[in-house]
Nanobody, 115 residues
Framework: QVRLVESGGGLVQAGGSLRLSCAAS????????MGWYRQAPGKQRELVAT???????NYADSVKGRFTISRDNAKNTVYLQMNSLKPEDTAVYYC?????????WGQGTQVTVSS
């Protein structure tokens, strides 16, 4: 069982920055892929970025060059540094992780970007 707790969301003006964190805890041997997804009102949940235990990353085209995903394997924590934020980045951001057996989701953290 894996528990994911996100933090770092909030309200920011366009062009600003935020850093999200997600810490995994519970009974597991290791975490495979960790990632961030987001869901805006009236839209489907979409991938933002993922990172493997080895550090390989994948980004949605809409955030490339602006967002950076990283992780600390010793702390089982994944981060999302978001720069040059745009109003269209407004959404609930969810952390996701798998322990080679199941996928888990965090409760979500709201990010609001004002124009």
């Amino acid at each position: 069982q894996v528990r994911l707790v996100e933090s770092g969301g909030g309200l920011v003006q366009a062009g600003g920055s935020l850093r999200l964190s997600c810490a995994a805890s519970g009974s597991f041997f290791s975490i495979n892929v960790m990632g961030w997804y987001r869901q805006a009102p009236g839209k489907q949940r979409e991938l933002v970025a993922t990172i493997t235990s080895g550090g390989s990353t994948n980004y949605a085209d809409s955030v490339k060059g602006r967002f950076t995903i990283s992780r600390d394997n010793a702390k089982n924590t994944v981060y999302l540094q978001m720069n040059s934020l745009k109003p269209e980045d407004t959404a609930v951001y969810y952390c996701n992780a798998d322990n080679y057996r199941m996928y888990y989701w965090g409760q979500g953290t709201q990010v609001t970007v004002s124009s």
